[in-house]
C-alpha cells in the first residue's frame, strides 16, 4: 500500500471536504467508494510488526522540524493538551462543535490509530467522520519519536463528499463561508461579457467556446435587470459583439451552436427591452447591434431564421426560430411600437411560414406557433403604413396552404371546445348537479356560469385577418378537415374498417382521430365552421369577463364578415350542404336543455340564426351589451338581405327569432331609463323594427310558405301591445326637445306599416269574435281572420330597407383592434419557454455533431 506524503493536499472530485489524520500506512482515496475501502482498511488491525513501540500517535507531534514542538508541548500527551498544534489548529477549530462518538476501548485499539476520530475496531460500529478531532484518553506518554524505520507522515486533507449542483445564479456547489462559490463555466463568461473589456483579448476562442456551452437564460436575463441605464451603456460595445456573435453562429454547422445562439438572442431582446421600460434612455436597436451595423446584421439574422424555417433540419431548430421571432414580436406591449419589426417588413419571412402550413410534418409540430406570428406581423402599423404581410396574405391562393391554415385554427377551436365540454360533464356529474336534481333549477345559472377555459384570442385573430383580407380563405371554411393528425386520440378505439382516403367525403371534427376515419353512414361531417359556431356559443355566454367579451365581439365581427361574402352566403344556404351543429345553450330556469340528438341536419345559415336567436335571448341583462346585439341584429339583417336578393326560401323556424326580437324591444322599454343612461336604444330600436319591416314588405320573396307570412302577422298582432308601447315611448321623446329627440323620431316613422297592420286587424278580429260569441280566438281563428283581409290592408313602401353599410375595420374598430392585440402580444410573451428543450434531449437528436 502506498503512503501518502506531503503536504496537506485539497483535490476536488465532488466530495466535502474533510481533513483526516492518518497513520504510516493509511491511503488516500479519490472516490466515495475507496473512501469506504479505506474505511474499512482502518478497521482492520495493525500487523504488530508495525506498530510503533509505543502509542499511536501521528509523528508530526513527536518529530522535530518542522512540525517540532515546545518542551511544555511535548510533556503531554496530545489527547491532554488543551491546545491543538498549528497544522491541526484550523482543522480542530472547524470541527470543534462535533462531538466525538463511542469507542472500543484502548486495549482493543492499535496503538497506532488511538488518536483518530471514528476508528473501530473490527467489532465495532463507529465510522470515520473526518477532521484532526483528537479524543482525550488516559494512554500512557508516547516516545518522542517513532522507529527509526518510520517515516513521519503528514496531515492529509481529502475531498470525500460531493456538495449538489446548484444552478440558480451559476452556482455549482455549497462551499464554506471562507471560500467564494463555484459557477458554471458559461456564467464566467457571461461575467466577463459583461466588463467594459473585450473578453476575447486575453482568450481568441472565447466566441467559439461560449456556444457550446448550455445557455444559462435565467442569469443572463437577470444579469442584464441587474444593471442600470448607464452601466449598460458602458458595455454597449460587448453587447453588439455578443448579438453580432450569436448571429453569425447561426450559420455554424453545429446545430448545438445554432440552439445555444438562438436561446442567447432571446435572453439578450427580452433582457434589453425589459431595462427599456424603466430606462428610455437608449435606444434599442443601437443597444443590441449599434446603428452602424444594424441593417445588416438584422439582415443576415431574418435571413439565417428564413433558412432554418425552410430546411429539411431539426424540428427543434425551427421550434426555436419561431420562438425567437415571437419573442421579438411580442417583446413589446404594444407591437407598432416595436421599431426592430421594421428589420422584419423589410425582409420578409411570410413565404416561411406558409411552407410550415403547407407541409403536414411541420404544420403538426409549428402549426399553432406560425399562425399566431402571422397574425401579430399582419397587426404591425396596419394603419399607418403600407405592411408586406397584409398585402402578401390578401393574395395567397395556394390551396395546401389555404388549408393548412384552417386546420390548425381548426384545431385549437376544436380544442378549446373539447376542454369547455369536458369541464360541462364533470361540472354535471359533480356537487351542483345533484344539488339542482334535489331542489329545483334554481341554482343551475349561477353554477355553469363557474365553468370556464382560457380563451384563445389569438387563433381568433388570425382566423379573422385570414377571413377578412383573403376571399379564397372562405372556400376553406366550408371544406371538411381532410386530415386528423392534428387532433387528439378519442377515448373510444377507432374502427378498423378502411380508411376515408384523400379527397373523398373527410372525416368528423366531432370524432376526433389521429388518423383519418372510416366512412360510416352515421359519421357527422364537420368543417371550420362548424367548429367556429361552436366555439362561438361558448365564449359568447358569459360576457362578463373582459376577455370573453373581445372574444365575442371579434366573433361576431368574423360573422359579420362571412354574411356580407357572396361565396360564403352560397354554401350557408346550400340546401345540398346540410349539418347537424350542436351549439352550447346557457342554461336558463324557463327551459330545458335541448337533446342533441334530436337536431336535424339543415344548412349552415340555420346554426347562425340559431346562434343570433340564442345571443338576443339570454343577455338581456343592466350590464347591456349594446355593442353585441348591434352587430347580431346586422349579422341577421344581412342574411335576410342576402336572400331576398337570391330568394332563397330558407325552411327555418323563423317565430323564433320574431319572438325574440320582440322580447327585446320589451327590454328596452321597460329599462328606459337605465340604458338611456349608457346607450342610444333607440339605434337598437330601429334596427329591430326594419326587420319586421323587412318581412312585411320582401317576405313573401324569401319565406318558405305563405303560412310562414300569416305567422308573421298573427305575431305582430298577438304582440301589438308591445309594439303600441313602444310607438308612445318614441313619440313621446320625439316631441321634447332633448338628445334623443332625432333617433327617436326615426323609429316613429319606421313603425308606420307595423301599426298599419294592428290597426287594421284588431278590429276585425274583434267583430269575427263578436259575431261568432267567442270571448277568446284560437290561433288559427286569428289566421282565417288575417288571410281574409288581406285585400283592405293598405301599406306604405318603405325604401332601403335591403341596404346596409358594408363593415369597416380601420375606421370604426382600429381602437378594438389596438387593445385586441395588445392583450394578445402580453399572453404570447408571458407563455413563451425557450428552455423547454433540455440539453440532454438536444445531444440526442444532434448526436452525429463532429
Known amino acids: 500500500m502506498k503512503t501518502c506524503r506531503g503536504a496537506a493536499r485539497t483535490r476536488y472530485s465532488g466530495l466535502l471536504c474533510r481533513t483526516i489524520v492518518t497513520g504510516p500506512s493509511l491511503t488516500p482515496c479519490s472516490s466515495s467508494s475507496s473512501a469506504r475501502a479505506q474505511t474499512q482498511n482502518l478497521k482492520a488491525p495493525l500487523p504488530a510488526s508495525e506498530w510503533p513501540s509505543e502509542g499511536g500517535l501521528s509523528s508530526h507531534h513527536t518529530s522535530r522540524s518542522p512540525w517540532q514542538h515546545t518542551d511544555a508541548t511535548r510533556a503531554r500527551a496530545p489527547w491532554q493538551s488543551s491546545t491543538a498544534c498549528s497544522g491541526c489548529q484550523p482543522a480542530a477549530k472547524r470541527h470543534s462543535s462535533a462531538r466525538p462518538r463511542s469507542h472500543t476501548t484502548a486495549s482493543a485499539q492499535p496503538p497506532g490509530t488511538r488518536g483518530l476520530r471514528g476508528y473501530s475496531s473490527p467489532t465495532g460500529a463507529s465510522r ?46 455549497k462551499s464554506s463561508a471562507s471560500k467564494k462559490p463555484l459557477k458554471e463555466k458559461v456564467v464566467l463568461m457571461y461575467d466577463e461579457v459583461f466588463t467594459t473589456e473585450d473578453p476575447s483579448k486575453n482568450n481568441p476562442r472565447f466566441w467559439e467556446e ?112 419561431l420562438k425567437l421571432l415571437l419573442c ?48 401579430l406581423l399582419v397587426n404591425y402599423r396596419k394603419y399607418e403604413s403600407v405592411n408586406p404581410y397584409i398585402v402578401k396574405l390578401s393574395i395567397v391562393d395556394d390551396e395546401a396552404t389555404l388549408n393548412g391554415m384552417g386546420l390548425v385554427i381548426a384545431q385549437a377551436l376544436s380544442e378549446y371546445n373539447r376542454q369547455y365540454k369536458d369541464k360541462e360533464e364533470e361540472h354535471q356529474s359533480g356537487f351542483f348537479s345533484a344539488l ?32 377578412h383580407l383573403n376571399r379564397n380563405f372562405i372556400t376553406v371554411l366550408a371544406q371538411s378537415h381532410p386530415e386528423m393528425g392534428l387532433m387528439t386520440t378519442p377515448t373510444s378505439p377507432v374502427p378498423t374498417t378502411p380508411v376515408t382516403p384523400l379527397g373523398t367525403t373527410p ?27 361552436k366555439y362561438s356559443s361558448i365564449v359568447m355566454q358569459d360576457t362578463k369577463d373582459e376577455h370573453r367579451l373581445h372574444s365575442g365581439k371579434l366573433c361576431l365581427i368574423i360573422l359579420t364578415c362571412i354574411a356580407e361574402d357572396q361565396y360564403a352566403n352560397a354554401f350557408l344556404h346550400d340546401d345540398n350542404m346540410n349539418f347537424r351543429v350542436n351549439l352550447h345553450r346557457m342554461p336558463m330556469r324557463h327551459r330545458k336543455k335541448a337533446a342533441d340528438k334530436n337536431l336535424p341536419c339543415r344548412p349552415l345559415v340555420c346554426a347562425v340564426l340559431d346562434l343570433m336567436v340564442e345571443f338576443i335571448v339570454t343577455h338581456m341583462m343592466k350590464e347591456f351589451p349594446m355593442d353585441l346585439y348591434v352587430r347580431c341584429i346586422q349579422i341577421v339583417h344581412k342574411l335576410l338581405c342576402y336572400q331576398k336578393k337570391c330568394r332563397v326560401r330558407l325552411h327555418y323556424t323563423w317565430r323564433e327569432l320574431w319572438s325574440a326580437l320582440i322580447n327585446l324591444l320589451k327590454f328596452l322599454m321597460s329599462n328606459e331609463t337605465v340604458l338611456l343612461a349608457k346607450h342610444n336604444i333607440f339605434t337598437l330600436a330601429l334596427m329591430v323594427v326594419n326587420l319586421f319591416n323587412m318581412f312585411i314588405t320582401y317576405g313573401d320573396t324569401f319565406l318558405p310558405t305563405p303560412s310562414s307570412y300569416d305567422e308573421l302577422y298573427y305575431e305582430i298582432i298577438r304582440m301589438h301591445q308591445n309594439f303600441d308601447n313602444l310607438y308612445s315611448m318614441v313619440l313621446r321623446i320625439s316631441t321634447n326637445a332633448g338628445q334623443w329627440k332625432e333617433p327617436a323620431s326615426k323609429v316613429t316613422h319606421a313603425l308606420v306599416n307595423i301599426r298599419a297592420i294592428i290597426n287594421h286587424f284588431n278590429p276585425k278580429i274583434e267583430s269575427y269574435a263578436a259575431v261568432n260569441h267567442i270571448s277568446q280566438l284560437s290561433e288559427d281563428q286569428v289566421l282565417e281572420v288575417v288571410r281574409s283581409n288581406y285585400d283592405t290592408l293598405t301599406l306604405k313602401l318603405q325604401d332601403g330597407l335591403d341596404q346596409y353599410e358594408r363593415y369597416s375595420e380601420q375606421h370604426k374598430e382600429a381602437a378594438f383592434f389596438k387593445e385586441l392585440v395588445r392583450s394578445i402580444s402580453i399572453n404570447v410573451r408571458k407563455n413563451l419557454a425557450f428552455n423547454t428543450l433540455s440539453q440532454e434531449l438536444l445531444l440526442k437528436e444532434f448526436s452525429t455533431i463532429s
Not at 356560469?449 to 388570425?462: D, H, M, R, W
Request: hydrophobic fraction near 40%; aromatic fraction near 4%; charge should be negative.
Open 328 to 375: 421579438l414580436v411580442t417583446v413589446t406591449d404594444n407591437i407598432s411600437q416595436n421599431t426592430i419589426l421594421e428589420y422584419v417588413m423589410i425582409n420578409s419571412i411570410f413565404e416561411a411560414i406558409l411552407q410550415i402550413l403547407s407541409s403536414p410534418l411541420s404544420r403538426r409540430e409549428h402549426g399553432y406557433d406560425a399562425v399566431v406570428l402571422l397574425a
Open 436 to 467: 339542482t336534481n334535489m331542489v329545483g333549477s334554481m341554482f343551475i345559472a349561477d353554477a355553469d356560469e363557474k365553468i370556464s377555459v382560457q380563451t384563445n384570442e389569438a387563433i381568433l385573430l388570425a382566423l379573422y385577418e385570414a377571413v
Open 128 to 173: 470515520l467522520a473526518g477532521g484532526c478531532q483528537l479524543l482525550r484518553s488516559s494512554a500512557p506518554r508516547l516516545p518522542r519519536r517513532w522507529k527509526a524505520s518510520s517515516r513521519p507522515p503528514r496531515c492529509t486533507t481529502r475531498v470525500c463528499n460531493m456538495a449538489q449542483t446548484e444552478k440558480k445564479g451559476g452556482l455549482l456547489r
Open 210 to 321: 461560449l456556444f457550446l456551452m448550455k445557455v444559462n437564460l435565467e442569469y443572463l436575463e437577470g444579469k442584464l435587470e441587474a444593471l442600470d441605464g448607464e452601466e449598460l451603456m458602458k458595455i454597449k460595445d460587448n453587447i453588439n459583439c455578443l448579438f453580432q456573435h450569436c448571429i453569425q453562429a447561426l450559420g455554424e454547422e453545429h446545430p448545438i451552436r445554432v440552439v445555444n445562439a438562438l436561446q442567447t438572442l432571446c435572453a439578450l431582446i427580452r433582457g434589453v427591452h425589459q431595462k427599456n421600460k424603466s430606462t428610455s434612455g437608449f435606444d434599442i436597436i443601437n443597444m443590441l447591434v449599434g446603428f452602424d451595423k444594424a441593417e445588416l446584421c438584422m439582415k443576415n439574422l431574418m435571413e439565417s431564421l428564413d433558412s432554418l424555417l425552410c430546411a429539411e433540419g431539426s424540428e427543434s431548430l425551427k421550434s426555436l426560430c
Open 507 to 533: 372525416p368528423s371534427s366531432d370524432v376526433i382521430s389521429s388518423a383519418e376515419l372510416p366512412l360510416d353512414a352515421d359519421v357527422q361531417t364537420s368543417n371550420l365552421l362548424i367548429t367556429f359556431l
